[in-house]
């Protein structure tokens, strides 16, 4: 019996397909390694969102062949799809398996011992009117064939490649995430995902919910929906399908304690989306919307299709409804043509603005985008200085949500402890997406009503109601 490890780079959509590969591959007989060294197989499953993305997978795939060279390594995610020979030529790959073929790799690995080295499998997407998209994929010339042909075409429609298992999430495995939506058909100038996961898709509503109760029947108390461009689920389905719509059936027939939503777009977050979140305890009051730049000259410049002032009525309607929910937002610092206007304009606005967390990213060149070939590339210098002022202002923005939190009781999710966290502490998760320390040793995958008497670096302290009368000093690292 084969061992396998899979090592995770970006998204919760790549995340969850991660844990669907995971789920086939222990169906199929193999079994986990705790880690990469000691695995028969390593599954490097990557993200190409960046330029850092791209050398963090190679960096891994360096790492884990110099530390054991008779493991054989697996590359599969957008990078693969996006350049596999480019991934291919790396000592120690094995295999290279593009998005389009993830269904494959439990046959793929099951046929390995043995096999020849430097085989992949990838087959360019359908996706009508690239523009500038990478051309068509080939077989390096060096490298075998497998025995099965190689496909071309989108294959997304699979539910395989779509629905994630039990094991996707934060947590160490507590919070699984489903994705129920792949692929986008926007065309940002700066984004490479479509052309890596093909148009947008979506899982029927009945095959997510039966995969929702299958998740809460398991014990599940939190679930995470996912998706490339979650907010438009249902659009492809025939009769179509809204978001809201799907959100409601999950609560009025599946039995999930806590439902929570990852990224959608702010043009999706409507008056009666954000309504419905704050008439329902059981979907968690979190909102993850990208902003990317609050200049509209460069949102214009992105193809985004928002102005500034729309995000911030989007904002200003969750924090009237729910004054204590999470609102996040991705920044992308460093675009073709930023000025320094441009970039104190998005400053000023996150500053007015209740964010509770940033995730800010320093724009790269992704191959086949329109801004690849865009004038007034900045120099590494500037985006640098840029990147570090919105992580500043986004610690702020965090540490003044955190110190707003004190005082109130939290409905929290005990989390798995990990071998660092301190012995008489259990770590947990608020349903405004806080980390919280609890001063006692509880299971994991329990709801806890804790109230918050202080603050530790990034995390809240705070006791459950019933141990309020215990010391919390000294309680937690």
Same mark, same amino acid.
């Given at each position: 019996?084969?061992?396998?490890?899979?090592?995770?780079?970006?998204?919760?959509?790549?995340?969850?397909?991660?844990?669907?590969?995971?789920?086939?591959?222990?169906?199929?007989?193999?079994?986990?390694?705790?880690?990469?060294?000691?695995?028969?197989?390593?599954?490097?499953?990557?993200?190409?969102?960046?330029?850092?993305?791209?050398?963090?997978?190679?960096?891994?795939?360096?790492?884990?062949?110099?530390?054991?060279?008779?493991?054989?390594?697996?590359?599969?995610?957008?990078?693969?799809?996006?350049?596999?020979?480019?991934?291919?030529?790396?000592?120690?790959?094995?295999?290279?398996?593009?998005?389009?073929?993830?269904?494959?790799?439990?046959?793929?690995?099951?046929?390995?011992?043995?096999?020849?080295?430097?085989?992949?499998?990838?087959?360019?997407?359908?996706?009508?009117? #690239?523009?500038?998209?990478?051309?068509?994929?080939?077989?390096?010339?060096?490298?075998?064939?497998?025995?099965?042909?190689?496909?071309?075409?989108?294959?997304?429609?699979?539910?395989?490649?779509?629905?994630?298992?039990?094991?996707?999430?934060?947590?160490? !495995?507590?919070?699984?995430?489903?994705?129920?939506?792949?692929?986008?058909? $926007?065309?940002?100038?700066?984004?490479?995902?479509?052309?890596?996961?093909?148009?947008?898709?979506?899982?029927?509503?009945?095959?997510?919910?039966?995969?929702?109760?299958?998740?809460?029947?398991?014990?599940?108390?939190?679930?995470?929906?996912?998706?490339?461009?979650?907010?438009?689920?249902?659009?492809?389905?025939?009769?179509?399908?809204?978001?809201?719509?799907?959100?409601?059936?999950?609560?009025?027939?599946?039995?999930?304690?806590?439902?929570?939503?990852?990224?959608?777009?702010?043009?999706?977050?409507?008056?009666?989306?954000?309504?419905?979140?704050?008439?329902?305890?059981?979907?968690?009051?979190?909102?993850?919307?990208?902003?990317?730049?609050?200049?509209?000259?460069?949102?214009?410049?992105? !193809?985004?299709?928002?102005?500034?002032?729309?995000?911030?009525?989007?904002?200003?309607?969750?924090?009237?409804?729910?004054?204590?929910?999470?609102?996040?937002?991705?920044?992308?610092?460093?675009?073709?043509?930023?000025?320094?206007? +441009?970039?104190?304009?998005?400053?000023?606005?996150? $500053?007015?603005?209740?964010?509770?967390?940033?995730?800010?990213?320093?724009?790269?060149?992704?191959?086949?985008?329109?801004?690849?070939?865009?004038?007034?590339?900045?120099?590494?210098?500037?985006?640098?200085? !840029?990147?570090?002022?919105?992580? $500043?202002?986004?610690?702020?923005?965090?540490?003044?949500?955190?110190?707003?939190?004190?005082?109130?009781? %939290?409905?929290?999710?005990?989390?798995?402890?990990?071998?660092?966290? +301190?012995?008489?502490?259990?770590?947990?998760?608020?349903?405004?997406? %806080?980390?919280?320390?609890?001063?006692?040793?509880?299971?994991?995958?329990?709801?806890? +009503?804790?109230?918050?008497?202080?603050? #530790?670096?990034?995390? %809240?302290?705070?006791?459950?109601?019933?141990?309020?009368?215990?010391?919390?000093?000294?309680?937690?690292?």
């Amino acid at each position: 019996m084969s061992t396998f490890y899979i090592q995770q780079f970006g998204c919760r959509a790549t995340q969850a397909d991660g844990a669907a590969i995971e789920r086939q591959l222990r169906e199929q007989g193999c079994s986990t390694a705790p880690d990469s060294s000691t695995a028969d197989v390593v599954v490097l499953n990557t993200c190409t969102v960046t330029a850092a993305a791209d050398a963090k997978a190679r960096d891994a795939i360096r790492k884990i062949h110099a530390a054991n060279p008779a493991t054989r390594i697996l590359v599969t995610g957008c990078y693969a799809q996006r350049a596999p020979e480019e991934i291919a030529a790396l000592p120690g790959v094995s295999f290279v398996v593009g998005n389009s073929h993830k269904p494959q790799i439990p046959k793929i690995l099951h046929s390995i011992f043995p096999a020849s080295q430097n085989q992949f499998v990838v087959a360019e997407l359908a996706c009508p009117d #690239n523009g500038g998209s990478p051309p068509a994929r080939s077989v390096h010339e060096n490298l075998s064939f497998l025995p099965a042909p190689i496909l071309t075409g989108d294959i997304f429609e699979l539910a395989d490649v779509l629905v994630a298992p039990v094991l996707g999430g934060e947590g160490n !495995h507590t919070r699984p995430t489903l994705k129920i939506q792949d692929g986008c058909n $926007s065309r940002c100038s700066f984004c490479v995902i479509p052309f890596v996961r093909g148009k947008s898709r979506s899982l029927p509503p009945q095959t997510v919910l039966s995969e929702i109760q299958r998740l809460a029947d398991s014990g599940f108390r939190e679930i995470v929906l996912s998706g490339i461009n979650l907010g438009t689920y249902g659009r492809d389905l025939a009769p179509r399908v809204e978001f809201l719509d799907l959100l409601r059936l999950i609560l009025d027939e599946t039995s999930v304690q806590r439902l929570r939503i990852s990224s959608i777009e702010p043009l999706d977050v409507t008056q009666d989306l954000i309504d419905f979140f704050a008439s329902n305890n059981r979907i968690a009051p979190h909102f993850h919307m990208p902003l990317q730049s609050a200049s509209d000259r460069i949102l214009a410049a992105m !193809h985004r299709w928002y102005r500034a002032e729309h995000y911030a009525r989007r904002v200003e309607l969750i924090h009237d409804r729910l004054p204590n929910a999470a609102i996040g937002a991705d920044i992308i610092t460093g675009f073709p043509g930023e000025t320094n206007g +441009d970039h104190a304009a998005t400053l000023d606005f996150i $500053s007015a603005r209740p964010f509770t967390y940033l995730h800010v990213f320093s724009y790269s060149q992704r191959p086949g985008t329109k801004a690849a070939s865009f004038s007034g590339q900045l120099p590494g210098h500037v985006i640098k200085t !840029h990147a570090r002022e919105l992580r $500043s202002l986004a610690d702020s923005k965090s540490a003044a949500f955190r110190r707003a939190q004190i005082g109130r009781t %939290l409905r929290v999710l005990t989390l798995r402890r990990n071998p660092a966290d +301190d012995p008489g502490s259990t770590p947990a998760l608020s349903e405004n997406y %806080l980390q919280v320390c609890l001063p006692v040793v509880l299971p994991p995958n329990q709801f806890v +009503d804790a109230t918050v008497t202080r603050l #530790n670096d990034n995390h %809240l302290l705070a006791a459950p109601t019933e141990f309020l009368t215990l010391s919390v000093a000294g309680a937690c690292p």
